[in-house]
Each structure stands twice: as structure tokens, then as C-alpha cells.
């Protein structure tokens, strides 16, 4: 039974890729520089860099010592359509990582809102009691020394 790390054109599953030091788990790509002398075609797993810090990762791991034989027009395409597939499955990956963190962290946000519109609407409801203290009838204006005119009275002993 032969695996990938024996079959020149196979690619690894997403869970058998080494983990970067940023933790993310690497892409496989091939070598396509002339230099080093003998790399080019050889297969690697390179970190994703999809760590928006723009800090550059150069985690890098040689699967082959030597390139690749030739590979055909119709195996290079379903290699690259495969590449693009992983790549799509660790970017969904982290999305969802990414989600439920911003889950863990709203729950206590949605909490502290909740709170501060029930102190919201309790310091309204003291305010307009305030208002309709103020605006209960006013007293005869007998009592403060005026006739209903406006006039002061004066008061005799």
C-alpha cells in the first residue's frame, strides 16, 4: 500500500500536514526557482502566512529530496485544483476558529448591553417622576402671601 509521501503526485490529507509555528497547518507547494541547484519540482509545506499581524512566517519543510518526474497537462490541473481545495478547507477552518472566538467574546458584550439599557430605561423612569412631582398642582396662592391678583397682602397684627 503506498502513501503519499511515496506517490510523486499525491497530496497529503489536511491532517497529516506539519503545523507552522504560527499554528496554522501548512500548504504543499513545489519548488519553482532554478536555485537551489536540483529543488525545482520538489514538494514543500510552507506556512499559509494567514495571520493578518503582516508579520512574514518562513516555516518551511521538504517532503522530496529530488524533483518530481514529468507530470501530465490533465495531473498538473487536478493537482492545482486540489491545492486550491485544501487551501479553501484551511481558510474555513480558521473562519469558523475565528467565529467562535467572536462568539465567546460577544456573549459578555451582549450581557453588558443588556445591563446598561435596563439602567437606561430605570434612570428615565426616575427622571420623568421627577418631572411629575414638579408638575402637580400648584398651592393657593393665598398661602404664600398674594391675593389671586399677584398682589402681596399685608398682614396686620
Known sequence: MSTWRDDPNAIPPWNERPKCHCGFRTWLQ????????????????????????????????????????????KEEQERRVRQQQIRLKGKEDELKRRRAELGQREAPLKIQEEQFQAREAQF?????????????PAQSSTTDGRNKKGKFLRFTQ
Open 124 to 136: 428615565k423612569r426616575e427622571a420623568d417622576e421627577q418631572k411629575n412631582r414638579y408638575k402637580e
Open 30 to 73: 513545489v519548488w519553482t526557482d532554478p536555485l537551489p541547484q536540483g529543488k525545482k519540482g520538489c514538494r514543500f509545506f510552507k506556512c499559509p502566512d494567514i495571520d493578518n499581524d503582516f508579520k512574514a512566517c518562513t516555516f518551511m519543510q521538504w517532503i522530496d529530496t529530488r524533483p518530481l518526474g514529468r507530470v501530465s497537462f
